[in-house]
C-alpha cells in the first residue's frame, strides 16, 4: 500500500487573485508579497513561494464534513500556483522540515486517530493510519501553526 498527498484546487482560489485589495479584504483575505525567510507554503502547489512571489492569505473551509469536526482555517496560495500532481509516495520537501499533525478521520468526516511527527518520519504515522479499513482519509495540518496543509489517500 502506498498514499498520495495532494493539495488543494486551484479554482478554489483562482477569484481571489482578481481582487484588489479592499476586495480581498471584504473576504477576509489579503496579499503578501513573500521576503527572504518567510514560510508561506502554498497550499495548492505543496510548494514554498520564493522572495518575491506573491500570495493569498485566505481562510478555507478544508474540513466540511458535517460532523464537529467541520473546520477551516488560514491557509496560503502562490497567485502563480499550479495544481500540484504528486507521485505515489511523494513528499513535498517543505514538508520534510515541518513538524505535522497528522489526523485521520473515518467515511463521516468523524476523526479516529491523530498523532504529531516530525515530517521527515512522516510515513512512519501516515501508513498506519491508512492501513486502517475505517480509515477514510487522512489530513496534514503545519503543527506549529495548526494550518492545514495536504490531504492524503491511501493507493494500491
Not at 67 to 88: I, K, S
Not at 132 to 137: E, H, I, Q, S
Request: glycine residues 8%; charged residues 20%.
Amino acid at each position: 500500500m502506498s498514499f498520495r498527498l495532494s493539495g488543494l484546487p486551484l479554482a478554489a482560489f483562482a477569484p481571489l487573485f482578481a481582487l484588489d485589495a479592499a476586495g480581498l479584504a471584504a473576504v477576509q483575505a489579503r496579499r503578501i508579497t513573500v521576503r527572504a525567510g518567510d514560510d508561506f507554503p502554498c497550499r495548492v502547489s505543496l510548494t514554498n513561494p520564493r522572495p518575491g512571489e506573491t500570495v493569498v492569505l485566505a481562510n478555507y473551509l478544508h474540513q466540511p464534513a458535517d460532523t464537529p469536526y467541520r473546520a477551516r482555517g488560514p491557509l496560503f496560495v502562490r497567485e502563480a500556483a499550479a495544481e500540484a500532481h504528486l507521485a505515489p509516495g511523494e513528499v513535498p520537501e517543505g514538508f520534510r522540515d515541518s513538524l505535522l499533525a497528522v489526523r485521520a478521520y473515518d467515511a463521516e468526516g468523524m476523526i479516529l486517530a491523530a498523532e504529531v511527527t516530525p515530517g521527515a518520519a512522516l510515513e512512519a504515522v501516515l501508513l498506519p493510519y491508512l492501513a486502517r479499513m475505517d480509515t477514510a482519509y487522512v489530513h496534514l495540518h503545519y503543527a506549529r501553526r495548526g494550518c492545514y496543509a495536504a490531504r492524503a489517500d491511501r493507493i494500491g
